[in-house]
């Protein structure tokens, strides 16, 4: 795929989505990799909806319409488990029964399958993030930022083909967010991975400095 | 959507078909069909037979009016208590006395209470001779009085704590606090707010269990064997008597017994119904008359006060049998024994054997099956949308065990089947599984989505999730579940009797078969080992955990 090809990026085609016969939203965007895509709008406005969607987890009582690809494959219908799309929520949803390095290990590819191989990778993921030596820690027991970098890596060693970040600041201080914030957007533009950000802080968006839409009631079609 | 159908199918069918067959192995005797043995005719001849039994009615009106009155003081018990103190330290003070009593067999609590309360019992000695002048034992009959106190008491003590459990099950899904917020704002006092505004709906959630309650003491054989009146005794005792009998065609008097029995149940079901819409019309009374009631100390106190001694009465029968499994010589009235020693121990030992490894073979099969079971029905998500899942997973607690394990026996007869142990698991696991569902799925709700679908966010199978997400983080659930199909499983005495048939023994039956006459150092022995069985199963779901996790302080919760 060469880079600035037609189909490069994250395509949403027409989505509209829909409960009990009323229309919660309808959009159309282009993420070109790299990009963020800020999705903004008050609780209920079908934001999480939307997330749920382009992640493959809608409940079937709502009704979808649209497409949505990635470089030009289909990913309409098809199950999560095999979209590869990274997930990052505010709560940084570590497993509690792993150690730091069998989270890591967890979300680490299947295709790198030599053990020594995936056990350097994941060493170096938590290097790459200043956790050297975490590897076999309690997630219990880390501070509120180091958890959000391990699941930002956790991500990171699935190889996704995209991120979708829910709310994912909102439960750090302003410090950290900060910090946090610029990490997860410089990882994924190293990457060339499409974000899509779904949020009620106008300061995330302005951090994204990618395309805001605001859906919700006042901006429905 | 297949797959759902598949597993909701096969528990529906696994459990409703052998309760429907086994009443057709019950009713088709009670008629006289029974070819096996020669019954080919249509006749009424058997419940001729059965009305010609002397004291038939006083043993059925025992029974009857036991479930009932046992049931209503457990359910008023539970209620009033649940009123007066929920949200408070006193409820989980009394939570954490009262939920290791489920664990303990009806038959220990029943020896336990009957060594309690005897003439010659552990109550007697403390006041006696000083404030009795009782130097040797009276001559009363406790227990096995003939109105069936003890029976009630009995009863009480072990079904309060079930009542109680399932209440604190459903008790998250009632906005408790804020009612109670509301209530004590217009001047309402704890106990009146809550039954006017949470009872009904928290009723609602436990009527299942409750009519299973019902049920179970209107038709008890273990507990009334030991505390029940002795001649005549209540009907599910002597309708044992009459199954067991070697003379097969006792079969048919029992048969039309157990259909007598399953009436009973029913007309107690039937009093339930209306005792329900009294209960409701006193309530809209009570809303109606603005009576504010906001000092109910009093009540509160009672109904506290009930709960411990009730739990008491269970702990301090378990103590008696311990010191009558350790006793030397101990005379009435002498409150210690003489001195202490091994000897009934080692004398009892060698036998309860192979009764205790029957016992745990049995149990963790049976819990085994029913845990993957459980596993399998939640994850296929269905209990939420069941409701007649839910009623057929109650329906072995709701059909009295009389009526259709002796069918189910008969049927066995009938196609010649041999007792074998493969089948004692299956019929035991008929009566775990609603436990084991019961005790796993408010931990499998109540479990964080986002966990899963991060797995799948990161490539994983719906199965590996489960595996590798869900199963290790509800280990600790898993294995309570597991441990509660345990304990059901060891306790069970009848279903054991019946399709083991005598050749398979469990310590349960064993226990329950020393009420005769057994003497009470042994039966103090038995009783302990089968109390310590389930204990022990209890003691691994609670360490297990800490071991696998011992790393992992999130885990350990």
């Known amino acids: ?221 | 959507m297949t797959r759902r159908f598949v597993v909701s199918g096969f528990v529906l069918a696994l459990v409703s078909l052998p309760v429907l067959a086994g009443l057709a192995g019950t009713i088709g005797p009670a008629f006289g069909y029974l070819p096996a043995i020669g019954g080919n005719s249509f006749t009424f001849e058997h419940f001729a037979t059965l009305a010609a039994q002397p004291h038939l009615m006083r043993s059925s009106m025992v029974s009857l009016t036991a479930g009932i009155v046992a049931t209503s003081v457990s359910l008023i018990m539970v209620m009033l208590f649940t009123a007066g103190y929920a949200g408070t330290r006193m409820f989980s003070r009394i939570q954490h006395m009262v939920s290791p009593l489920l664990a303990v067999p009806h038959a220990a609590a029943a020896f336990g209470l009957a060594f309690l309360v005897a003439p010659s019992g552990l109550a007697m000695r403390l006041v006696s001779p000083g404030l009795t002048g009782y130097t040797s034992p009276p001559d009363w009959l406790v227990p096995q009085d003939p109105l069936g106190l003890t029976m009630i008491i009995g009863l009480v003590a072990k079904e309060m704590p079930f009542l109680f459990l399932v209440t604190l099950a459903a008790l998250p899904q009632v906005p408790l606090a804020q009612t109670r917020h509301m209530t004590a704002n217009l001047g309402y006092g704890r106990i009146r707010g809550f039954l006017i505004a949470s009872w009904p709906l928290l009723y609602r959630q436990i009527r299942l269990p409750v009519f299973a309650v019902l049920a179970y003491a209107s038709s008890v054989v273990d507990m009334a064997m030991i505390l029940g009146p002795a001649l005549p005794a209540p009907l599910p005792v002597r309708l044992t008597q009459w199954m067991a009998d070697s003379d097969l065609r006792m079969r048919f008097l029992a048969s039309a017994g157990a259909l007598l029995q399953l009436v009973l149940t029913m007309a107690a079901m039937a009093f339930w119904l209306i005792a329900e819409r009294a209960g409701a019309f006193v309530l809209k009374r009570m809303s109606g008359s603005g009576i504010r009631q906001p000092d109910d100390r009093t009540i509160r106190r009672i109904a506290c006060a009930a709960m411990a001694v009730s739990a008491a009465f269970v702990f301090l029968g378990l103590l008696v049998l311990f010191m009558w499994s350790v006793a030397g010589l101990w005379p009435f009235p002498s409150l210690l024994p003489h001195y202490i020693t091994l000897q009934p121990w080692m004398r009892a030992f060698p036998q309860a054997v192979a009764p205790v490894v029957t016992t745990i073979t049995l149990a963790g099969a049976s819990a085994t099956a029913a845990l993957l079971l459980a596993i399998g029905l939640l994850w296929q998500d269905d209990l939420r949308a069941g409701d007649a899942l839910r009623f057929v997973l109650y329906l072995p607690l709701i059909v009295p065990q009389l009526c259709f394990v002796f069918g189910l026996q008969i049927l066995g007869l009938a196609l010649g089947l041999e007792a074998s142990f493969l089948l004692l698991i299956f019929v035991h696991l008929i009566f775990v599984l609603p436990y084991v569902v019961l005790s796993l799925s408010q931990p499998w709700q109540a479990f964080d989505r986002r966990y899963e679908t991060v797995a799948a966010g990161l490539g994983k199978s719906p199965l590996q999730i489960l595996l590798r997400v869900r199963l290790p983080m509800l280990t600790r659930a898993c294995l309570t579940a597991f441990a509660v199909g345990f304990a059901v499983s060891a306790g069970l005495y009848l279903p054991t009797l019946l399709i083991g048939a005598g050749r398979m023994v469990t310590i349960t039956t064993e226990a329950v078969a020393l009420s005769a006459g057994g003497d009470r150092r042994t039966i103090g022995v038995y009783t302990l080992l089968q109390t310590l069985v389930p204990f022990i199963g209890f003691l691994i779901a609670s360490l297990v955990p800490h071991l696998l996790f011992r790393d992992r302080r999130a885990m350990r919760i």
């Open chain 1, 1 to 221: 795929m060469k880079p600035g090809s037609k189909t490069d990026g994250l395509h949403l085609d027409a989505i509209s989505i829909g409960l009990h016969g009323r229309t919660l939203l309808c959009l159309s965007a282009v993420v070109r990799p790299g990009d963020v895509l800020t999705v903004m709008g008050p609780s209920g406005s079908g934001k999480s909806a939307l997330l749920a969607y382009l992640g493959g987890f809608l409940d079937p009582v709502f009704t979808a319409n649209g497409r949505l690809s990635i470089d030009g494959s289909d990913l309409t219908g098809i199950p999560a488990e095999n979209r590869r799309c990274g997930l990052l929520f505010q709560d940084p949803l570590l497993f509690p029964h792993l150690s730091v390095g069998g989270n890591l290990l967890f979300g680490l590819t299947p295709s790198i399958a030599r053990h020594s191989q995936r056990r350097r990778m994941v060493e170096q993921a938590l290097v790459d993030v200043e956790l050297q030596g975490f590897f076999d820690r309690d997630p219990a027991t880390l501070s509120g930022g180091q958890k959000a970098r391990v699941a930002l890596q956790r991500v990171m060693l699935s190889a996704p083909r995209f991120l979708l970040l829910d709310e994912p600041f909102s439960k750090l201080d302003s410090d950290l967010r900060q910090q946090t914030r610029t990490l997860i957007f410089s990882t994924a533009k190293a990457a060339g991975l499409p974000v899509i950000l779904v949020t009620h802080d106008i300061a995330d968006a302005e951090a994204a400095g990618g395309r805001v839409v605001v859906i919700g009631e006042e901006t429905g079609r």
